[in-house]
């Protein structure tokens, strides 16, 4: 990622090398009392190698457009494209790279209206969906035992996802004190503005501009098993249990006009 003389100077050139990928991780609520299939999103069918009794077929809410509780943004078009990326990717515990639990398998796209999005065009507001298992058979006890009690509690709905991705460049995200939002191009001139964003350090405001990072060329890789999503949709759908969302967990969606502008 190209790192502006600015944000040299602000001392964060070596925070923006090192944090070239970014993961969900903050509080989320999901009601979980007598819950409620939704018969918008399809129950999980295993599409690939199915009916292993070594496997745990779930599938689950990756990532949404728009603004997350962490302050990154979605851009539908940026995440349009990288719908086909999490496909073969780890499935770990806890954002541990060293504890794989199991992998994506496929990855489709429903709109705002629960329909399942097709054609070259996307939405302006949409969901990607992930597929995935778990491995449920460990020749160790101990492993066995946690397994088990994590898919006891998956099917309690005590768990959530959490998506990792990759990324090789961020926008500006702007909303202004009477909500209109604005997308500001990240160069020489707007680099002071990275220091203000929370992802390195700054408390997300500017002036009375609440400031957010787009995040471009996104590919996904991987997705984690978490309580505390930042995407407060993030959650497990199998087909045992699947949820509703009440309306107080809803993100705060990137909407309205968005005009791309430069500052010279």
């Known amino acids: 990622m190209k790192i502006y003389k600015q944000e040299v100077l602000d001392g ?5 090398k090192s944090q ?3 993961a969900y991780c903050a509080q989320a609520n999901i009601a979980t009392d007598e819950p409620k299939v939704n018969s918008t999103i399809e129950k999980i069918l295993a599409k690939s190698n199915p009916d292993q009794l070594d496997l745990y077929y ?3 809410i990756l990532v949404s457009t728009g603004w997350n509780k962490n302050d990154d943004v979605f851009l539908s078009e940026e995440a349009w494209d990288a719908r086909n990326t999490p ?3 780890q499935f770990n515990f806890m954002h541990d790279e060293n504890d794989i639990i199991g992998h994506i398998t496929g990855s489709h796209v429903i709109d705002g209206e629960g329909n399942k999005a097709e054609g070259d065009v996307p939405p ?4 990607i969906i992930t597929q995935a298992v778990l491995y449920n058979s460990w020749i160790d006890p101990e492993n066995r035992e946690r397994m088990n ?10 768990w959530f996802v959490s998506m990792e991705c990759l990324f090789s460049d961020f926008d500006y995200a702007l909303v202004d004190p009477k909500g209109s939002h604005k997308l500001l191009e990240r160069n020489e001139a707007s680099a002071f503005l990275t220091k203000h964003l929370r992802s390195y350090g700054g408390d997300g405001e500017y002036e009375g501009y609440k400031i957010g990072r787009a995040l471009k060329n996104i590919a996904f890789s991987g997705k984690g098993l978490v309580s505390n999503p930042a995407n407060p949709k993030s959650v497990i759908l199998n087909s045992a249990k699947a949820f509703d969302i009440k309306n107080e967990d809803k993100i705060t969606i990137f909407s309205g006009e968005i005009t791309s502008y430069k500052i010279s």
């Open 149 to 158: 009690n994590i898919i006891k509690e998956i099917e309690d709905g005590k």
């Open 20 to 22: 070239s990928s970014v």
């Open 124 to 127: 302006d507001q949409f969901d």
């Open 87 to 89: 496909e073969d990717k």
């Open 58 to 60: 779930l599938e689950s």
């Open 12 to 16: 964060i050139g070596d925070i923006i």
